[in-house]
């Protein structure tokens, strides 16, 4: 009777029809390494499967911070992982965290023949340091179909993103991101190789970014966005007129204009 009040509470309905929820699964040993699952109800072999990542500056929130994004996706009749990961420390650093998302990714695709979705072709939505993330990811393991960032930290070796840095004290921790010691010049090539600027391939990109952001500058996002053109990578930028650091997704009416983007472009690159 217990398991069944329970697989109640995470079962709801959508214009799709019903979806199920199964939260805090781990993928690691660590607390952090868990990942909510949502699954639609129907056939789910030609369902887009969507890994969400949270933002948190690498070092706090969890999925707490994604769940009411990862149940609208689902809603839309998406499979979605919503990940949560390890914070960054003097011992662990981008890589590791890369390491924790491609942990998850494996763990969601092993669970693909128990609930009959696709195993592998996933599409990998972020936001702010998730976005970050979610873009380094997808440019430097190439097995998603699709990039959507929103509010992403893009070139961490600007010397507009040092100075930005080192004025709100996160410097600290982009520096254990890095993985090293940043000197006073901010030369370091250990920053470069955290940069989705500098590590695009050719992944399909969705950018979305509040102009009147306070923490993450609009011309982060602009400025990849024209680093894709010219490099021939599929993208769109959406500029949130008025939004700040959340991109509009505390609010309803941005949030559903989100969702309708996101789902959108991941539908168009679900080939």
Known sequence: MKHFVIFLLFTCFSSFGQTKSFPNLAYGKSTQQVLDLYIPD??????PVVILLHGGAWSMGGLEYTRKHAQDICNQGFVVANVDYRYVTDKISAKDLLA?????????????TKYGYAKNGYHIVGISAGAHLALLYGYTKKNVKSITALCAPSRLDSPEALEFL??????????????????????????????????????????????????VNVSQSQNLYAQLKSKGVETKLIIREGKGHDVGMNSPETE????????????????
């Open 256 to 271: 559903t204009q989100n969702i309708k983007d996101i789902t959108e472009w991941i539908l168009q690159h679900n080939k």
């Open 100 to 112: 924790d998302i491609n942990t998850a990714v494996n763990y969601v695709s092993d669970l693909s």
């Open 166 to 215: 080192k004025k709100t004290g996160l410097l600290d921790i982009v520096e254990k991101l890095a993985g090293t010691n940043i000197n006073a010049n901010g030369i370091n090539p250990a920053l470069t190789v955290i940069s989705p600027y500098n590590t695009i391939s050719n992944i399909p990109t969705l950018l979305i970014h509040g102009d009147a952001d306070p923490v």
């Open 42 to 47: 129907g056939n789910l072999s030609d369902v």
